[in-house]
């Protein structure tokens, strides 16, 4: 069997490096990038779904988001039908710093997809979805505190 999920994460892994060293200057590390670019194509997300967007643990979601909050590129906002919610916003800074993140996404991809043709990148996308599907199964059984056999 190949090696497919750690040719998976060297991929993630090395974009995840590339882009930290590129949005550095911006005040943007550790993965903050993904944060922003969701709340600002889902404005009035909350937390939860944020975290289970982006797949990781609710604290995890919660510390990048203090950050993003404190550094000014997003903001919470009440509910208007229950206070205890918090819909996450972005900011002015953070709306404009969204169309570089979506630059750098659209040309690592084209990167990514050099030499593929067109019917090659949607075998590999749908492909890649079904992997993610898969995987989400576990992911949801692993967060809800089980174990896996194996």
């Known amino acids: ?79 208007q039908h229950n206070k205890k919610i918090k819909k996450l916003f972005p900011t002015e800074k953070g709306n404009n710093l969204y169309p570089l993140i979506k630059r750098e996404n659209d040309f690592s991809n084209s990167v990514a997809l050099a030499g593929f043709s067109d019917e090659e990148a949607e075998t590999i996308f749908n492909l890649l979805q079904r992997v993610r599907k898969n995987i989400e199964k576990d992911w949801e059984f692993v967060k809800k505190g089980n174990k896996r056999n194996y």
């Open 1 to 79: 069997m190949q090696e497919i999920l750690r040719e998976i994460g060297m991929i993630a892994r090395a974009l995840d490096s590339i882009s930290n060293i590129e949005f550095k200057e911006y005040n943007l590390t550790k993965g903050q990038y993904l944060y922003l670019v969701r709340i600002c194509e889902n404005p009035g997300i909350i937390q939860e779904k944020l975290a289970e967007l982006i797949k990781v643990d609710r604290t995890t979601a919660a510390r990048a988001i203090k950050k993003l909050e404190i550094a000014g590129f997003i903001e919470k906002k009440d509910d």
